[in-house]
Each structure stands twice: as C-alpha cells, then as structure tokens.
C-alpha cells in the first residue's frame, strides 16, 4: 500500500502554511492563609495561517487531525495504525 499525506488547512483561504504564536504571561493567586500571592507561568500557543491571519489553538489543529485518522480507518477497516 502506499503512503497518502493529509494536510491540515485553513477552513477559511485553505492554506496550508502557519506560523507558531507565543503569549506569555503570569497569572496570580492569593493565598488563604497568608496576604501573599503566588504566581503560575502560562505560555499559549497559537497558529496563524500566513495567508489570511485566521488562529487556531493546538486544540483545534490536533481534533482537525483526528478527523483525518478517523476518515482513513474509515475508508480502510483493516488498517489499525495508531
């Protein structure tokens, strides 16, 4: 059987092309038992598709890939690959 490469694209312009976008930022909490705040790290990634700027989350991306394995088992029963 030969290979078949599914690309992910944009649902608006069909691009194939995105760039990795990082925020970051802290987020603060205060503490029950003391007038301090503690702090967490959070970085967000997101993509951008370089032709019409539309974002999509890893979230988005990663279930937009699940579609396309579970379309191939679909169409190939036999096939189990993970």
Do not use: W
């Not at 702090?39 to 990663?62: L, P």
Request: glycine share 6%.
């Amino acid at each position: 059987m030969g290979s078949h490469v599914d690309y992910f694209e944009c649902d608006r312009c069909r691009s194939r092309e995105f760039t990795r976008i990082h925020n970051f930022c802290l987020r603060f909490h205060g503490v029950n038992f003391s007038d301090d705040l503690i702090y967490d790290r959070v970085t967000a990634e997101v993509y951008q598709c370089t032709q019409c700027g539309k974002r999509f989350t890893r979230e988005e991306i990663e279930d937009g890939l699940a579609e396309f394995r579970k379309k191939r088992r679909q169409k190939n029963p036999r096939t189990h690959e993970g």
